[in-house]
C-alpha cells in the first residue's frame, strides 16, 4: 500500500460563542470532534452525513482555512495544522477545493483565462505570457470548455460549466488532492452525471485524490472507493462503498441508506425513520452522540463513548453494539 497523501488523527474543531457587552465567551460550537481518517493517491473517500455534521468544517481545517481546536493534520509525510502561515502557503498547491456553488465561487470581474492564471501566476509556474495562455488552454480542454471560453465571463456560462471552470481552477497548480465540498448539489441531475464523470476521468489520468464532501449517497455509490459517515462531529463508521452500501453496521448508517431513493418501484425497501431532532453542537449528549435516536440504544449508550473498532478487514464501526463480534 502506498503512503497516505493526507492524514487526519483525531482533529477537533471547537467554535466559540460570544455573548453580552463585553464578548464573553458563553460556550463552544463542538463542530467537529475527533475525526480520523486517511486518503491515498487515486482514491476518492466520501465524507457523508446530514446537514451540520461537520462535513465541510473538516474540508475547511484541511485547507487551513482557520486553526483547528485539536488533533493533526497531516500532508505528504508533513505536520501542516501547526505551521505558520507563511511556512504553509508552499503546500497549498498540494490541496486545492471545488467549492458547492458555482455561482458564488468565481470572481464576476475576471475573466475565465485570468480566474485561471491566477493561481499558476501565485506558485511561479508560467515564465512567459505563451506559456501562460498555453497552460489556459490545456486546463480548458481537460475541463471539456472550448478554448474561446477564456474570453468570457463567468455570467455567460451555466452552473454546470462553471463548476467546470472551478475544477480547472483547482488543476492549475497540479495538486494531489482535491477537495469537493457538495460540488455537484447545486447543479441539476444530468449535469451532475456529467461533473462526477469528469472528476472520474481527471482522476484516472492525473492520479488525483479525492475527499467528496456529500449527502447525496447515490452520487457517493457511484464516485467513491471508500465511505466515511458522520454524525454531529464524529466519524461513526467508515468502510469501502461496496461493504457500507451493502451490509452496514452503525444504525445511523442504516437510516441513511433507507432513505436512499430505489428506481425500481417494485423493489420492496423499508424505511427506518428517525425519532426526535439531531442534538444541538453546543451541548452535544453525554457518551454515543445517537443514542437519543437509535432504536438499539442501551444505559452504557448514554454514558461510555463508543470506540471506532473493526468488524471486518477495512471497515470500522464505533457502536456498543459492535463490540465483542468477531473481526471478520
Excluded at 56 to 62: E, F, M, N, P, Y
Aim: charged content about 25%; hydrophobic content about 40%; overall charge positive.
Amino acid at each position: 500500500m502506498s503512503t497516505p497523501i493526507l492524514e487526519v488523527r483525531n482533529l477537533k474543531k471547537h467554535f466559540a460563542i460570544s455573548g453580552g457587552l463585553l464578548g464573553t465567551v458563553t460556550g463552544h460550537v463542538h463542530a467537529v470532534d475527533g475525526v480520523s481518517f486517511s486518503i491515498r493517491k487515486g482514491e476518492t473517500l466520501a465524507l457523508v452525513g446530514e446537514s451540520g455534521c461537520g462535513k465541510s468544517t473538516v474540508g475547511k481545517a484541511i485547507l487551513r482555512l482557520f486553526d483547528i481546536t485539536g488533533g493533526e493534520v497531516v500532508l505528504e509525510g508533513r505536520r501542516i495544522d501547526d505551521l505558520s502561515a507563511r511556512e504553509v502557503r508552499p503546500l497549498r498547491r498540494a490541496v486545492q477545493v471545488v467549492f458547492q456553488d458555482p455561482f458564488s465561487s468565481l470572481n464576476p470581474r475576471m475573466r475565465v483565462r485570468d480566474i485561471l492564471a491566477e493561481p499558476i501566476r501565485n506558485f511561479g509556474l508560467a515564465k512567459t505570457p505563451a506559456e501562460m495562455e498555453a497552460r489556459v488552454a490545456a486546463l480548458l480542454d481537460k475541463v471539456r470548455l472550448p478554448r474561446d471560453a477564456a474570453g468570457r465571463w463567468p455570467h455567460e456560462f451555466s452552473g454546470g460549466q462553471r463548476q467546470r471552470i472551478g475544477i480547472a481552477r483547482a488543476l492549475a497548480v497540479e495538486p494531489e488532492l482535491i477537495i469537493c465540498d457538495e460540488a455537484v448539489s447545486a447543479l441539476d441531475v444530468s449535469v451532475k452525471a456529467q461533473i462526477v464523470n469528469l472528476l472520474q476521468d481527471l482522476q484516472r489520468e492525473l492520479g488525483l485524490a479525492l475527499l467528496f464532501i456529500s449527502h447525496d449517497l447515490a452520487i457517493v455509490e457511484h464516485i467513491a472507493h471508500r465511505v466515511a459517515v458522520m454524525y454531529l462531529g464524529r466519524i461513526v463508521e467508515l468502510a469501502d462503498k461496496r461493504t457500507l452500501f451493502s451490509k452496514p453496521q452503525h444504525p445511523y448508517t442504516e437510516a441513511l441508506l433507507s432513505a436512499v431513493p430505489v428506481p425500481d418501484p417494485t423493489a420492496q425497501s423499508r424505511r427506518i425513520i428517525l425519532q426526535g431532532d439531531v442534538p444541538s453542537p453546543i451541548k452535544p449528549p453525554s457518551g454515543c452522540h445517537f443514542h437519543g435516536r437509535c432504536r438499539y440504544a442501551e444505559p452504557r449508550c448514554r454514558v461510555e463513548v463508543p470506540a471506532m473498532r473493526q468488524v471486518a478487514a477495512g471497515h470500522t464501526v464505533a457502536c456498543h453494539l459492535r463490540e465483542g463480534q468477531p473481526v471478520a
